[in-house]
């Protein structure tokens, strides 16, 4: 394990939160201190969404009413928190998650392992402020990494304003704000049971565009649902200053003006299903061969369009499915024609939930992409893995998994295969 002086100090700060927090026996997140719920209140097992958290998230984290019964209006937005008072308690919330793991990379064809590691990491410490101004539709997020990755810094910060009614509401959300993250329903979501992503999600092109980033912008949303929430049919879109030639979000004033474009329909139905469709279109200004004698810049664009679905059967095995098309352009030279980038990627999940907080699951994708005038490579993601909750309010969650990823790249035409095993603990105050 690796830790330098920010690390110690993360960790010397959360145990001080730990022992003074004013919950006796029992640490938990700061909304379900505020409304004195569970995390299973918006959680399958956190961080995994369930209907009423997605329509919490909507409400700008407000809680749906239980009364909407289609009789007479549903309260007002500006309403729903109107008997809470605000509290320093209910604002912050802590998130630290460490690991042991295990991890072998044999590159193709078939040579010798490289490497074989194991570890004990700090793989996360985050820090979430959020509150409600109280009778009104004004709320901010925030969500700082303290410590991820050998790095810190701010991975959203955004206010929003939440109008209408509990049934017919709309919000306008400004500031860094994640992308796909969140977003949609529950095969659409980063944030799942398995400590990554889907490879279906997560797939960074050779130009270094992918759907995992966290850039500023405006985003604009609108949801309807039925009485009782049976159905929930909501659209958002976000327009983004997307990112820069080396790949990260474009955060602060820049030369580049062009704006990227991401839209978003889902539809939840049943006990806890939900379709969404997802399209995205950007540029970026590329450096081509960087540090090389034949290096050039040019400005490709990239869009990306997924289908995506899941149902709940039997309030025990959720299903989820997706797929997402991918067409970017390409330049292998500056004389050259402009080729393209062309990947389709499927995903396939199955989650078991024994009892409330238990869960097993298994996960596979597969994605085929090339370039113009390359082979078809196919890269392969195989995930199996168990959660279960040390606590009855499900804010400490142990978690075992095991991916074999083999990664196949279309410009280099090579490959390698990992295999990672890692057993996690995650603490949430």
């Known amino acids: 394990m690796k830790l330098n002086n920010l690390g110690v100090k993360v960790m010397l700060f959360l145990v001080g939160l730990v022992l003074l927090a004013p919950q006796a026996g029992h640490a938990i997140p700061a909304f379900a201190r505020k409304y004195g719920v569970k995390c299973y209140q918006c959680h399958t097992v956190p961080p995994a ?22 009789t007479k209006p549903a309260p007002k937005v500006s309403e729903l928190d ?25 590159p193709d064809p078939g040579t010798p392992a490289t490497d074989t590691t194991s570890s004990f990491n700090l793989d996360e410490a985050a820090l979430f402020v959020t509150g409600n101004m109280p009778n009104t539709g004004f709320s901010t997020f925030v969500h700082y990494e303290m410590y991820q990755d050998g790095g810190s810094g701010l991975e959203q910060g955004f206010g929003v304003y939440t109008g209408g009614r509990a049934n017919s509401s709309y919000f306008v959300k400004l500031g860094q704000i994640h992308m796909q993250e969140g977003e949609g329903t529950r095969a659409a979501m980063f944030y799942n049971l398995f400590p990554d992503p889907a490879l279906t999600l997560t797939n960074t092109d050779p130009i270094g565009f992918a759907l995992d ?38 955060l602060n004033a ?17 006990p806890d299903g939900g379709v969404t469709v997802m399209v995205y279109r950007g540029s970026k200004d590329q450096v081509q061969n960087a540090g090389m ?7 490709p664009t990239f869009y990306r369009v997924g289908a995506f679905g899941n149902y709940l059967f039997f309030d025990k095995l959720d299903v989820l499915g997706g797929y997402v098309h991918g067409q970017d352009d390409w330049k292998t030279d500056a004389a050259g024609s402009m080729g393209q980038y062309t990947s389709n990627s499927l995903r396939g999940e199955l989650d078991y939930y024994f009892k409330t907080g238990t869960v097993a699951m298994v996960r596979f994708d597969r994605l085929a992409h ?5 082979p078809t490579m196919h ?35 090579s490959g390698s295969t990992d295999k990672l095993f890692k057993l996690d603990v995650r603490y949430m105050w």
């Not at 605000?86 to 998130?95: G, H, I, R, T, Y």
């Not at 820049?254 to 049943?270: E, Q």
């Not at 168990?386 to 095991?402: D, F, I, P, S």
């Open 370 to 374: 090339n370039v113009t005038g390359g």
């Open 49 to 70: 969404l369930n209907k009423n958290g997605y329509m919490f998230k909507r409400l700008g984290y407000r809680m749906p009413p239980d009364e909407m019964d289609g």
């Open 213 to 250: 980033q966290a850039p500023v912008g405006i985003d604009v949303g609108y949801t309807w649902a039925s009485p009782y929430f049976k159905n929930i049919f909501a659209v958002s879109a976000k327009v983004t200053n997307g990112l820069a030639a080396d790949g990260s979000t474009v």
């Open 254 to 270: 820049s030369t580049r003006n062009a704006k990227d474009f991401w839209a978003d329909a889902d539809y939840w139905f049943g």
């Open 293 to 299: 004698d034949n290096e050039f810049t040019y400005t």
């Open 82 to 106: 109107k008997d809470i008072q605000l509290s320093m308690q209910n604002m912050f919330a802590v998130l630290i998650q460490g690991s042991v793991s295990a991890d072998k990379s044999v």
């Open 379 to 413: 890269t392969e993601a195989f995930s199996v893995g168990a959660e279960h909750a040390l606590t009855k309010l499900g804010n400490v969650v142990m978690r075992a998994t095991y991916n074999q990823e083999h990664d196949a790249d279309p410009v280099a035409v």
